[in-house]
């Protein structure tokens, strides 16, 4: 259930008010007076399938962003949820993406605490590392973003999730490379470690398991974030990601560039499978969502 606020001066919230009423799937329409005279707050229980619907309203009376709040809220009443078919709130979906598309400095650092924890999983051939490191990365955020971008033609979104995926990955790749040469340097690498015995054979050539696997994973991936279920889903993501850049720095940092070469393709097979898997799972969800209307 979304709960939507609105205000603004009192002719312009009893048009509002009016229009909400009159839309299917809003309900407990109530006008409050504001605190100076001439304003008011309209407020509505939306259903998920009004929301976008409620929005395009109120930019049709041209009511100011800044004045208009969407919250959601969780029902507790079993049944009530069970009568409630979901949809998808583009609105929503455009907002997450706009915020995961940034290039924070919080996701720079764990890209690059991935980095560092895939590389001795690589050099140690330490699965539990590998997954440590795949828990850590949070690049199912820019790929979504992108995704989204790509679904809904947003050139700027879609740049701005390329940008921030590859400079992320490229931050894991050089700790990953950096961690390994300064090991190398000091003599501290383990002395059975040969990078041409590493076991991480899926990561140095593209095959058919490559490829499907990638699909899958942008699939999985795009549908965990609309359900807010992207912590338990990245790591299925980051399977595609972390071993892969993670080799291509461990190779890079004891000179094998034909080796990080292989994995590179391979990196790069897997971001343009898992984008287009997402790509695919949201188009379907918006096609239905046309028809539905």
């Known amino acids: 259930m979304l709960h939507l606020r609105v205000f603004g001066d009192t002719a312009a919230m009893a048009d509002v008010a009016e229009r909400l009423d009159a839309l299917p799937g809003a309900r407990h329409v109530s006008v409050g007076a504001g605190v100076h005279d001439g304003d008011a707050l309209v407020s509505a229980d939306l259903r998920d399938a009004a929301a976008d619907t409620a929005l395009e309203i109120l930019a049709e009376l041209e009511i100011a962003h800044e004045d208009i709040s969407l919250l959601r809220f969780d029902a507790i009443d079993p049944t009530a949820a069970s009568e409630e078919t979901v949809a998808l709130v583009w609105a929503d979906l455009l907002g997450q993406a706009r915020l995961n598309a940034r290039t924070a400095v919080r996701y720079l650092v764990f890209m690059a605490v991935a980095g560092v924890i895939a590389s001795f999983g690589v050099i140690e051939q330490d699965q539990i590392l590998i997954i440590g490191a795949m828990a850590v990365a949070p690049d199912l955020l820019p790929i979504t973003a992108t995704c989204t971008g790509l679904v809904l033609r947003r050139p700027r979104l879609i740049r701005r999730g390329l940008l921030s995926l590859l400079v992320g990955l490229g931050v894991a790749c050089i700790f990953a490379a950096a961690v ?77 560039f034909a080796k990080s070469l292989g994995a590179l393709g391979v990196l790069g097979t897997n971001i343009a499978m898992m984008l287009l898997g997402g790509s695919l799972a949201l188009a379907v969800q918006r096609r239905f969502a046309s028809k539905g209307n």
Request: hydrophobic content about 55%; cysteine-free; charged content about 10%.
């Open 180 to 256: 390994t040469g300064f090991l190398n340097l000091l003599d501290l690498l383990p002395r059975e470690f040969d990078i041409h015995q590493v076991g991480l054979t899926s990561q140095q050539h593209v095959s058919a398991e490559t490829i499907i696997v990638a699909l899958a994973a942008g699939v999985a991936g795009m549908l965990a974030v609309e359900t807010r279920a992207s912590m338990g889903v990245g790591v299925a993501i980051s399977v595609t990601t972390i071993p892969a850049a993670a080799f291509l720095g461990v190779a890079a940092g004891v000179g094998q």
